[in-house]
Protein backbone atom coordinates (compact mmCIF):
# COMPACT_ATOMS: atom_id res chain seq x y z
CA UNK A 1 0.00 0.00 0.00
CA UNK A 2 1.06 3.56 -1.14
CA UNK A 3 2.32 5.59 2.41
CA UNK A 4 1.71 8.79 3.02
CA UNK A 5 4.34 11.69 3.93
CA UNK A 6 3.59 14.51 6.38
CA UNK A 7 5.78 17.08 7.26
CA UNK A 8 5.22 19.67 9.85
CA UNK A 9 7.13 22.81 10.50
CA UNK A 10 10.46 21.08 9.23
CA UNK A 11 13.70 23.40 10.39
CA UNK A 12 17.07 22.22 9.79
CA UNK A 13 20.17 24.34 10.70
CA UNK A 14 23.69 24.21 10.40
CA UNK A 15 26.03 25.87 12.59
CA UNK A 16 23.61 29.14 12.42
CA UNK A 17 23.26 28.45 8.60
CA UNK A 18 19.35 28.28 8.74
CA UNK A 19 18.68 25.71 5.54
CA UNK A 20 15.04 24.64 6.08
CA UNK A 21 12.09 26.64 7.81
CA UNK A 22 8.85 25.48 9.08
CA UNK A 23 8.11 23.53 5.60
CA UNK A 24 4.96 21.03 5.46
CA UNK A 25 3.18 19.67 2.96
CA UNK A 26 1.74 15.99 2.96
CA UNK A 27 1.90 13.58 -0.20
CA UNK A 28 -0.53 11.70 -0.05
CA UNK A 29 -0.80 7.55 -1.00
CA UNK A 30 -0.54 7.26 -4.39
CA UNK A 31 0.30 10.63 -5.31
CA UNK A 32 3.45 11.98 -6.75
CA UNK A 33 4.50 15.23 -5.52
CA UNK A 34 7.26 17.18 -7.37
CA UNK A 35 9.31 19.31 -5.14
CA UNK A 36 10.55 22.12 -7.83
CA UNK A 37 13.31 25.20 -6.54
CA UNK A 38 16.31 27.36 -7.37
CA UNK A 39 19.71 25.67 -7.02
CA UNK A 40 20.56 25.97 -3.05
CA UNK A 41 16.75 26.11 -2.07
CA UNK A 42 17.04 23.07 0.45
CA UNK A 43 15.42 20.30 -1.65
CA UNK A 44 18.66 17.61 -1.29
CA UNK A 45 18.63 18.80 2.34
CA UNK A 46 14.73 18.05 2.66
CA UNK A 47 15.29 14.75 1.16
CA UNK A 48 18.11 14.27 3.34
CA UNK A 49 15.85 14.72 6.39
CA UNK A 50 13.01 12.80 4.87
CA UNK A 51 15.75 10.00 4.63
CA UNK A 52 17.43 9.74 7.73
CA UNK A 53 20.41 11.42 6.50
CA UNK A 54 19.72 14.48 8.25
CA UNK A 55 18.19 14.99 11.95
CA UNK A 56 15.80 18.05 11.39
CA UNK A 57 16.43 20.58 14.11
CA UNK A 58 12.33 20.90 14.37
CA UNK A 59 9.28 19.96 13.62
CA UNK A 60 7.88 16.46 12.57
CA UNK A 61 8.30 14.04 9.53
CA UNK A 62 5.52 11.21 9.46
CA UNK A 63 4.73 8.17 7.53
CA UNK A 64 0.94 6.58 7.64
CA UNK A 65 0.80 9.02 11.04
CA UNK A 66 4.16 7.79 12.21
CA UNK A 67 6.58 10.24 13.52
CA UNK A 68 9.77 9.02 11.58
CA UNK A 69 12.05 12.10 12.12
CA UNK A 70 15.59 11.45 13.25
CA UNK A 71 15.19 7.54 12.43
CA UNK A 72 17.67 5.90 10.81
CA UNK A 73 17.70 5.63 7.03
CA UNK A 74 17.97 1.45 7.95
CA UNK A 75 14.69 1.66 9.91
CA UNK A 76 13.67 3.76 7.24
CA UNK A 77 14.05 1.20 4.28
CA UNK A 78 11.90 -1.16 6.72
CA UNK A 79 9.13 1.12 6.79
CA UNK A 80 9.08 1.11 3.21
CA UNK A 81 11.35 4.28 2.10
CA UNK A 82 13.74 4.47 -0.88
CA UNK A 83 15.31 6.76 -2.27
CA UNK A 84 17.79 7.87 -5.17
CA UNK A 85 21.22 10.30 -5.15
CA UNK A 86 21.59 13.70 -7.40
CA UNK A 87 25.18 12.27 -7.25
CA UNK A 88 24.84 8.62 -7.38
CA UNK A 89 27.10 6.98 -5.43
CA UNK A 90 27.83 3.51 -7.12
CA UNK A 91 30.26 0.79 -6.64
CA UNK A 92 32.51 1.49 -9.49
CA UNK A 93 34.15 -1.67 -9.63
CA UNK A 94 30.94 -3.99 -9.11
CA UNK A 95 28.74 -5.07 -11.75
CA UNK A 96 25.52 -2.87 -12.82
CA UNK A 97 23.62 -6.12 -11.27
CA UNK A 98 25.22 -6.50 -8.18
CA UNK A 99 25.06 -2.79 -7.58
CA UNK A 100 20.94 -3.08 -8.16
CA UNK A 101 21.51 -6.06 -5.47
CA UNK A 102 23.01 -2.83 -2.91
CA UNK A 103 20.50 -2.69 0.38
CA UNK A 104 18.37 -5.60 -1.02
CA UNK A 105 19.64 -7.54 1.69
CA UNK A 106 16.79 -6.54 3.35
CA UNK A 107 14.46 -8.09 2.42
CA UNK A 108 16.26 -11.39 3.00
CA UNK A 109 14.35 -13.36 5.45
CA UNK A 110 16.24 -13.66 9.18
CA UNK A 111 18.96 -11.01 10.32
CA UNK A 112 22.89 -11.15 9.80
CA UNK A 113 23.76 -14.05 11.88
CA UNK A 114 21.71 -16.48 9.89
CA UNK A 115 22.55 -15.03 6.66
CA UNK A 116 26.43 -15.55 7.50
CA UNK A 117 25.26 -19.48 8.11
CA UNK A 118 24.11 -19.70 4.30
CA UNK A 119 20.79 -21.51 5.12
CA UNK A 120 18.98 -23.07 2.05
CA UNK A 121 16.25 -20.79 2.56
CA UNK A 122 18.88 -17.74 2.58
CA UNK A 123 20.18 -19.14 -1.02
CA UNK A 124 16.43 -19.27 -2.88
CA UNK A 125 16.04 -15.54 -1.33
CA UNK A 126 19.10 -14.01 -3.09
CA UNK A 127 18.37 -16.37 -6.27
CA UNK A 128 14.97 -14.87 -6.36
CA UNK A 129 16.41 -11.28 -5.63
CA UNK A 130 19.08 -11.99 -8.35
CA UNK A 131 16.43 -12.55 -10.92
CA UNK A 132 13.54 -9.49 -10.04
CA UNK A 133 16.81 -7.22 -10.28
CA UNK A 134 17.29 -8.76 -14.08
CA UNK A 135 13.91 -8.16 -14.48
CA UNK A 136 13.81 -4.57 -13.00
CA UNK A 137 16.78 -3.80 -15.32
CA UNK A 138 15.29 -5.34 -18.47
CA UNK A 139 12.27 -3.20 -17.35
CA UNK A 140 14.23 0.12 -17.43
CA UNK A 141 15.78 -0.42 -20.62
CA UNK A 142 19.21 -1.74 -18.98
CA UNK A 143 19.37 -5.00 -19.17
CA UNK A 144 21.85 -5.62 -21.30
CA UNK A 145 24.06 -3.74 -19.24
CA UNK A 146 23.53 -6.35 -16.25
CA UNK A 147 27.32 -7.80 -16.11
CA UNK A 148 29.41 -4.70 -16.85
CA UNK A 149 31.10 -2.57 -14.35
CA UNK A 150 29.37 -0.04 -13.44
CA UNK A 151 32.02 2.42 -13.88
CA UNK A 152 31.96 1.28 -18.08
CA UNK A 153 28.14 3.30 -18.14
CA UNK A 154 27.02 6.95 -18.19
CA UNK A 155 26.20 9.31 -15.49
CA UNK A 156 22.76 8.76 -17.24
CA UNK A 157 22.94 5.43 -17.19
CA UNK A 158 24.10 5.37 -13.62
CA UNK A 159 21.25 6.79 -12.56
CA UNK A 160 18.77 4.58 -14.26
CA UNK A 161 20.80 1.88 -12.06
CA UNK A 162 20.09 3.71 -8.83
CA UNK A 163 16.34 3.97 -9.49
CA UNK A 164 16.30 -0.09 -10.02
CA UNK A 165 17.96 -0.18 -6.90
CA UNK A 166 15.74 1.82 -5.55
CA UNK A 167 13.12 -0.24 -6.60
CA UNK A 168 14.06 -3.76 -5.76
CA UNK A 169 13.64 -2.80 -2.20
CA UNK A 170 9.86 -2.94 -3.39
CA UNK A 171 9.42 0.92 -1.57
CA UNK A 172 5.59 1.85 -0.80
CA UNK A 173 7.11 5.48 -0.91
CA UNK A 174 10.27 7.05 -3.27
CA UNK A 175 12.36 9.62 -3.07
CA UNK A 176 13.72 10.40 -6.44
CA UNK A 177 16.81 13.61 -6.68
CA UNK A 178 16.56 14.79 -9.97
CA UNK A 179 16.08 12.08 -11.76
CA UNK A 180 16.30 13.56 -15.39
CA UNK A 181 19.52 15.24 -14.71
CA UNK A 182 21.87 14.54 -17.27
CA UNK A 183 19.58 12.69 -19.50
CA UNK A 184 19.13 12.93 -23.17
CA UNK A 185 15.22 14.10 -24.79
CA UNK A 186 14.76 10.75 -25.85
CA UNK A 187 15.69 9.37 -22.08
CA UNK A 188 13.45 12.01 -20.18
CA UNK A 189 10.46 10.70 -22.31
CA UNK A 190 11.57 6.91 -20.89
CA UNK A 191 11.55 8.17 -17.38
CA UNK A 192 8.25 10.30 -18.08
CA UNK A 193 6.48 6.69 -18.65
CA UNK A 194 8.56 4.70 -16.03
CA UNK A 195 7.47 7.34 -12.87
CA UNK A 196 3.66 7.16 -14.21
CA UNK A 197 4.13 3.77 -13.97
CA UNK A 198 5.04 3.58 -10.60
CA UNK A 199 2.22 5.33 -9.30
CA UNK A 200 -0.53 3.94 -11.42
CA UNK A 201 0.58 0.04 -11.30
CA UNK A 202 3.13 -0.44 -8.74
CA UNK A 203 1.04 1.42 -5.68
CA UNK A 204 3.86 3.91 -4.47
CA UNK A 205 3.80 7.63 -3.69
CA UNK A 206 6.52 9.41 -5.29
CA UNK A 207 8.45 12.72 -4.45
CA UNK A 208 10.71 13.75 -7.16
CA UNK A 209 12.76 16.81 -7.00
CA UNK A 210 13.67 18.13 -10.58
CA UNK A 211 14.62 21.16 -12.74
CA UNK A 212 13.30 19.59 -16.08
CA UNK A 213 9.60 21.79 -15.99
CA UNK A 214 8.59 19.57 -18.54
CA UNK A 215 8.87 16.22 -16.68
CA UNK A 216 7.50 18.10 -13.52
CA UNK A 217 4.54 19.21 -15.36
CA UNK A 218 3.87 15.64 -17.14
CA UNK A 219 4.03 13.51 -14.17
CA UNK A 220 2.86 15.99 -10.59
CA UNK A 221 -0.26 15.82 -9.69
CA UNK A 222 1.00 18.73 -6.74
CA UNK A 223 4.49 20.80 -6.40
CA UNK A 224 5.34 22.51 -3.67
CA UNK A 225 7.90 25.40 -4.35
CA UNK A 226 10.98 25.75 -2.02
CA UNK A 227 12.92 28.83 -2.33
CA UNK A 228 15.55 29.59 0.54
CA UNK A 229 14.93 27.29 2.68
CA UNK A 230 11.13 28.09 2.91
CA UNK A 231 7.46 26.73 1.68
CA UNK A 232 7.13 29.49 -1.39
CA UNK A 233 3.91 27.63 -2.70
CA UNK A 234 1.89 24.50 -3.30
CA UNK A 235 -0.79 23.83 -6.18
CA UNK A 236 -0.70 22.14 -9.66
CA UNK A 237 2.56 22.32 -11.99
CA UNK A 238 0.53 24.94 -14.37
CA UNK A 239 0.16 27.04 -11.33
CA UNK A 240 3.43 26.89 -10.05
CA UNK A 241 4.71 27.87 -13.46
CA UNK A 242 2.67 30.91 -13.57
CA UNK A 243 2.69 32.35 -10.16
CA UNK A 244 4.63 35.37 -9.71
CA UNK A 245 6.37 34.71 -6.70
CA UNK A 246 7.70 31.64 -8.30
CA UNK A 247 8.77 33.59 -11.74
CA UNK A 248 10.24 35.91 -9.22
CA UNK A 249 12.62 33.78 -7.57
CA UNK A 250 13.78 32.16 -10.46
CA UNK A 251 14.52 34.85 -12.15
CA UNK A 252 16.32 36.42 -8.87
CA UNK A 253 18.11 33.61 -8.89
CA UNK A 254 19.49 33.58 -12.83
CA UNK A 255 20.77 37.14 -11.98
CA UNK A 256 22.37 36.22 -8.72
CA UNK A 257 24.30 33.94 -11.03
CA UNK A 258 25.22 35.77 -13.78
CA UNK A 259 26.60 38.23 -11.15
CA UNK A 260 28.55 35.47 -9.38
N1 LIG B 1 25.83 19.36 5.54
C1 LIG B 1 25.67 20.66 5.31
N2 LIG B 1 26.37 21.59 6.00
C2 LIG B 1 26.20 22.91 5.77
N3 LIG B 1 25.35 23.42 4.85
C3 LIG B 1 24.63 22.55 4.13
C4 LIG B 1 24.74 21.13 4.31
N4 LIG B 1 23.89 20.52 3.45
C5 LIG B 1 23.28 21.51 2.77
N5 LIG B 1 23.73 22.72 3.16
C6 LIG B 1 23.31 24.02 2.63
O1 LIG B 1 21.92 24.02 2.47
C7 LIG B 1 21.53 24.83 1.35
C8 LIG B 1 20.58 24.07 0.49
O2 LIG B 1 21.30 23.06 -0.25
P1 LIG B 1 20.57 21.89 -1.00
O3 LIG B 1 21.64 21.03 -1.59
O4 LIG B 1 19.61 21.25 -0.11
O5 LIG B 1 19.82 22.67 -2.17
P2 LIG B 1 19.03 22.12 -3.45
O6 LIG B 1 17.71 22.80 -3.45
O7 LIG B 1 19.05 20.64 -3.47
O8 LIG B 1 19.90 22.71 -4.64
P3 LIG B 1 20.22 22.08 -6.13
O9 LIG B 1 19.01 22.36 -6.97
O10 LIG B 1 21.42 22.86 -6.58
O11 LIG B 1 20.51 20.63 -5.96
C9 LIG B 1 22.81 25.25 0.66
O12 LIG B 1 23.11 26.56 1.04
C10 LIG B 1 23.84 24.28 1.21
O13 LIG B 1 25.12 24.84 1.24
MG1 LIG C 1 19.81 19.23 -4.71
Not at 192 to 206: G, H, K, P
Amino acid sequence: MAARLTLEDVNLHFAGIQVLQEVAFTAEPGQILGLVGPNGAGKTSLFNCISGHYRPSAGSIMIDGAEVGGSRPATLAKRGLARTFQHPALQLHETVLENVLLGAHTRLPGGAAEWSLRLPRTSRSERALREEALALLERNGLGWAADLQADELSHGLHKGIELCRALLMRPRLLLLDEPAAGLPHSEVEQLIATVRRLRDEDDMTVVVVEHNMGLIAAVTDRVVVLDHGRKLMEGTAAEAQSDPRVIEAYIGKDVTDDAA
